[in-house]
């Protein structure tokens, strides 16, 4: 199982981040909803 990304969209556009706490301490401060894109290949 791998964690894919984490997304905070923006004016300018959607900026991924790989790190699951950071990109959610940055979607709570903002007050915006987190795309959380993960898969398995099994």
């Known amino acids: ?3 894919g ?3 905070i969209c ?3 556009g959607i900026h991924w981040q790989t790190d699951f706490k ?3 301490a940055l979607a ?3 007050h915006v ?3 959380v ?3 398995a290949d099994w």
């Open 1 to 3: 199982m791998a964690l």
């Open 5 to 7: 990304a984490a997304a």
């Open 10 to 12: 923006a004016a300018s």
């Open 22 to 24: 950071k990109a959610q």
């Open 28 to 30: 709570k401060k903002r």
């Open 33 to 35: 909803p987190m795309v």
């Open 37 to 39: 894109d993960f898969y």
